[in-house]
């Protein structure tokens, strides 16, 4: 084990049963990533299912084939109809039109500014684009910038795989998951993929490595 799943493990012999019977969560290095192309992937995969989502985000790509990554200017100059035919919903559509302005302007800072900032400090930034509420950017902590201690107390997988795993009846609120988080402390982010592995069902994060 390492030194985060030890932590876990010793809290409870309940989390160390689902760490020994889960695929191991693997630390990702923290990336340097562009925050407009990870939320606005994000943005189209808001509310649907991922086959669903990842063919709509396919073609939105599609309009920018020949770019690695997606030019905001571009994306500013791209007629709503033209999103909207790419299966976007209007509202989807404008909120990435506004994470294309907000990135133009600075509000959404670039990786290696992202880098510097602790992770309030990001999702207070983030969070100013429309469509993007505080969720979205803790997946962007968790899944891109590998940070170690992120605890998404209104996530539905977290929240079922903790009752799941610790044998309660009801859903904790995003309060009492709070308050349990902390004694996991710097390691929620671990807490979080073990309480998704926990799960049999198919779940924001769960088949994410």
């Not at 991922?50 to 084939?65: H, S």
């Not at 930034?125 to 891109?144: D, K, P, S, Y």
């Not at 859903?171 to 807490?191: I, M």
């Amino acid at each position: 084990m390492n030194p985060a799943e030890k932590h876990l493990a010793q809290s409870d012999p309940r989390f160390a049963d689902l760490i020994k019977r889960s695929k191991r969560y693997e630390p990702r290095t923290a990336v340097l990533a562009r925050p407009f192309d990870a939320l606005a992937e994000s943005i189209a995969y808001q509310q649907l299912s991922g086959k669903a989502a990842a063919t709509i985000w396919g073609r939105v790509r599609a309009l920018y084939q020949r770019r690695k990554w997606m030019d905001p200017e571009m994306v500013l100059q791209t007629p709503d109809e033209t999103l909207r035919a790419c299966g976007l919903s209007r509202s989807k559509a404008v909120a990435l039109k506004d994470l294309a302005a907000k990135t133009i302007d600075g509000t959404v800072p670039s990786g290696p500014a992202l880098a510097k900032m602790s992770d309030e400090e990001i999702i207070e930034r983030l969070t100013a684009v429309r469509g993007i509420g505080r969720w979205t950017v803790e997946m962007l902590l968790l899944f891109t910038l590998g940070r170690p201690d992120v605890w998404p107390v209104t996530d539905y997988g977290v929240q079922k795989g903790y009752a799941k795993t610790f044998g309660k009846r009801k859903l904790p609120t995003p309060k009492q998951l709070h308050r349990a988080g902390e004694k996991w402390r710097p390691y929620r982010s671990v807490a979080a993929w073990y309480f998704w592995r926990a799960l049999d069902s198919d779940v924001p994060g769960a088949n994410r490595s």
